[in-house]
């Protein structure tokens, strides 16, 4: 028999015993929110705080950036560039969780 054939007899076997197990109610772990919007927002704010973080950070090696360029004007514009990045990135992660409730008002969750 080919493997083709014994992967697809696995893969469809698989997904039978998925319809066993998924028939029991499973509880969210404590902490975590039950409802789908509380849980986009969860999730907006950490990887909002992570963005600003790495902001934060970008922006200290664009200076370094900066200050090692020598008066080179490529080095200089690269230098620009990593800082312009970092600070949107920043606006980015601060208003992650604004993003976030603004989509669910617009589809009514």
């Known amino acids: ?6 992967f697809s ?5 698989l997904f039978c015993l998925v319809s066993f197990a998924s ?4 509880q ?10 509380d849980l986009l927002g969860k999730i907006a704010t950490q990887v909002g705080f992570l963005i600003a973080s790495l902001g934060v950070i970008m922006i200290i090696v664009a200076g370094i950036f900066y200050l ?3 008066g080179s004007p490529e080095r200089i514009g690269v230098a620009k560039k990593a800082l312009i990045y970092a600070v949107v990135g920043i606006a ?15 589809i009514g969750a």
Do not use: C, E, H, R
């Open 1 to 6: 028999m080919k493997k083709v054939y014994i």
């Open 9 to 13: 007899i696995i893969f469809v076997s």
């Open 23 to 26: 028939a029991q109610s499973i």
């Open 28 to 37: 969210p772990p404590p902490g975590v929110p039950d409802n789908f919007p």
């Open 68 to 70: 090692t360029s020598g």
């Open 92 to 106: 980015i992660g601060i208003a992650a969780q604004a993003i976030v409730d603004i989509v669910l008002g617009i």
